[in-house]
């Protein structure tokens, strides 16, 4: 499962409320004056097609006086204004019934990851318990509550990382690392057929070119419909 616009939808309300509110009137005015600086703009031009958590490494490190801004805080802070998708959520769990892995395949880099985890598990409740995971410890039949972690469904949250530079979808590079990643963690023969769940038709075309049977993500009812029409469900 993608994370983005699949598990996860974005709160656009909850972003501009992020945008106008975090820094004074004074730090906007001196973060706009920033933004006219050309060798900042060529820095975000040239970084424009790369995950926010390295965009913000590279800024910081050629202009280090936008720390004083709290830039990192405040980009991770807009990019987790998300609502769990709570039917695309169980349908996961649907699977994972099944007998079949689950794997969360995503964009989102390991510290954006982290507080994300921690929002959800302070403002969601995910209705039933979730049927084992990358770290589960819930009790059997426990109901969720607020405070469960909704990522305790997945084997393994597979996501953008630092050691790897920041590399992501639909990059060649990115599968090739997450099925290596996959025979790593659940043997080279627990590994037979890899499905992906993405919105991004580029995304899909990109993972089938590497073996991975790609299929593209609207809604939790449309997915449904075709798993089963794979006899998945």
């Not at 920033?34 to 060529?42: D, I, Q, V």
């Not at 964009?107 to 084992?132: M, V």
């Amino acid at each position: 499962f993608d994370l983005h616009h699949v598990v996860a939808r974005p709160d656009y309300w909850a972003m501009l409320g992020v945008i106008f509110s975090y820094h004074s009137l004074w730090e906007k005015l001196c973060l706009a004056f920033n933004a006219l600086n050309p060798f900042l703009l060529y820095t975000l031009v040239c970084e424009r097609n790369e995950v926010p958590e390295r965009i913000i490494a590279t800024l910081l490190r050629e202009h280090p006086h936008l720390d004083t801004y709290r830039l990192r805080q405040y980009l991770i802070d807009i990019a987790n204004c998300q609502t769990l998708d709570l039917p695309t959520l169980h349908l996961a769990r649907a699977l994972k019934k099944r007998g079949y892995r689950v794997v969360l395949c995503s964009n989102i880099s390991t510290h954006y990851l982290d507080d994300l985890r921690l929002k959800w598990q302070r403002n969601f409740a995910c209705g039933d318990p979730p049927e084992g995971g990358a770290a589960d410890t819930a009790a059997p039949g426990a109901r969720a509550h607020v405070g469960e972690d909704a990522f305790l469904v997945f084997d393994l949250l597979f996501t953008s990382n630092a050691v790897d530079n920041y590399e992501r979808k639909p990059r060649p590079g990115f599968f090739r690392r997450f099925l290596s990643a996959l025979s790593e963690q659940f043997g080279a023969d627990g590994v037979q057929q890899v499905y992906l769940l993405d919105d991004s038709r580029r995304n899909v075309a990109a993972a089938t070119a590497e073996g991975i049977a790609g299929v593209q993500y609207s809604d939790a009812a449309q997915i449904e419909r075709e798993l089963e029409r794979l006899d998945l469900l």
